[in-house]
């Protein structure tokens, strides 16, 4: 084990080139997983609200599209936006958007169904208490549905956090220079020690999802003890 | 952009990286289903030591990429491994009986199957742990008023219970595996996604090439989630399986 080639490259590894360069390295795992949660959670709740509230032909539209994300490996989409993007719409993607744009549409076909079955585990009784009201369906859904639903998906929201924090590291594929790709960078370029640098890059990726897990453990431990 | 189809070979070579694909998948899968077993009866160990190492064994194996364990067992371990053992590993050696035939595998088949197999490894063991853990207490308790002993309160009562409620999350995870299985394109593993990068390369016939490798995912996937659905009766494995 020799520490130095660590020690000598930590600054590359965090932030990669820069200040001089582009923003790299773990600072860029973060930003690429924090945009593809906030953008796949958005995605999450607009199609898990439509897997509730659609009938008929639209239903089914749906469920094979978002079936058709879950069904095909990451870097099969990551691939289909970097080089049929171009081609097909004349739209030049960079690698980062590509990345995203592939993350947020598998993270929110995944989450859609989370949202789905939180809204249906509700007592149908609900819709009907609400509509006695005089509350419109989409009152119904915000303030009665949404405060009782979203919290209760927390663990599994949390659980998608760490698996697009891992699935960034796809982003090496097409040269993006996050945690991944920088790793590689530093092992071509000293030629020795990939074991220590390849083990110190997996603890970073296990801290940022190891702070996840423990969040999801903590998080369902609360919501398990609310009245149902 | 979709000027004709992919000439023969380009075919060839596409269908050569799915059989890869599913060689290495289903290799992959035995290994992860057995060891995942193995680790979830660890982490349910009586002996806290044996416990607290499984656990930290599956908690590490889970939250770090795919991609980094595979440069690690392929770049760090190649490093680590003297050179008379690598010299060993990467000539060619007659595997079986002749009858056989099978070629010895290059390296990175090797590095890919041990990291595609530990790594889902975590994960089944995982979904067996929840299988087990949904078998109501009181069933322990009942058998042990019948004056069982716990390993015939572990073989008749618990794990069939288990194996049947984890089946259809781990028909999920073994999809996981197939789609995993990608990743190790990085490490110059000639499987599907590798093949359909180098098609694209040689033909620029971007859309074809990746439009043929995404059908055989699809089908893959599918076929695996019919038979689960026939076997056992369930509509689909669960979507919301951890990867």
């Known amino acids: 084990m020799n520490p130095s080639v660590i020690t000598d490259n930590l600054i590359y590894f965090l932030v990669g080139p820069w200040p001089q360069g582009p923003l790299g390295g773990a600072a860029l795992t973060v930003i690429l997983t924090v945009l593809s949660a906030a953008l796949s959670g958005v995605l999450g709740l607009v199609f898990g609200v439509l897997l509730s509230v659609l009938r008929g032909p639209w239903l089914a539209v749906l469920r094979l599209g978002l079936g058709l994300f879950r069904a095909i490996p990451v870097l099969m989409l990551i691939f289909w936006i970097y080089f049929l993007a171009p081609i097909a719409f004349g739209l030049d993607v960079p690698g980062v958007g590509s990345v995203v744009a592939a993350l947020s549409l598998i993270g929110g076909a995944y989450l859609a169904h989370t949202v789905h079955a939180g809204i249906e585990a509700l007592p149908r009784g609900q819709w009907a208490a609400a509509s006695a009201l005089g509350l419109s369906r989409r009152q119904t859904l915000w303030l009665v549905v949404a405060p009782q639903v979203l919290p209760r998906m927390a663990p599994s929201v949390v659980n998608q956090w760490i698996a697009l924090t891992k699935d960034t590291s796809l982003a090496y594929v097409i040269g993006v220079a996050e945690l991944s790709f920088v790793a590689t960078q530093v092992s071509n370029r000293v030629m020795v020690y990939p074991a220590e640098i390849y083990l110190f890059v997996a603890v970073l990726y296990f801290i940022l999802c190891a702070g996840f897990e423990l969040a999801a453990g903590r998080l369902a431990r609360r919501y398990r003890s609310l009245p149902a | ?243």
């Open chain 2, 1 to 243: 952009m979709f000027d004709g189809f992919l000439a023969p070979r380009y075919i060839g070579w596409m269908i050569d990286g799915l059989g890869v694909t599913l060689g290495l998948s289903a290799l992959a899968s035995v290994i992860a289903l057995v060891l995942g077993f193995v680790l979830c009866v660890l982490r349910l160990s009586p002996s806290r030591p044996v416990a607290g190492l499984a656990a930290a064994w599956l908690s590490a194996f889970r939250n770090t990429p795919l991609l980094v364990q595979l440069f690690f067992w392929y770049f760090g371990v190649s490093a680590l491994l003297p050179d008379s053992l690598m010299a060993w590993l990467n000539a060619p050696h007659r595997i079986g009986v002749e009858a056989f035939g099978a070629p010895w595998p290059p390296f990175e088949m090797l590095a890919g199957l041990l990291g595609l197999s530990l790594y889902s490894a975590a994960f089944m063991a995982e979904e067996f742990r929840a299988g087990i853990y949904s078998v109501a207490p009181g069933q322990t308790a009942a058998g042990r008023a019948l004056g069982m002993t716990s390993t015939q309160i572990w073989i008749s009562i618990i794990l069939p219970q288990a194996v049947r409620i984890a089946r259809a999350p781990l028909a999920g995870q073994v999809m996981n595996v197939v789609k995993n299985s990608s990743l190790t394109m990085a490490i110059g593993l000639a499987e599907l996604s590798y093949a359909a990068r180098q098609v694209e390369t040689e033909t620029f016939q971007a859309f074809q090439a990746f439009g043929l490798a995404t059908l055989f995912y699809i089908g893959a996937v599918a076929l695996i989630g019919g038979f689960s659905q026939l076997a056992w009766g369930r509509s689909s494995p669960p979507t919301g399986a951890a990867r």
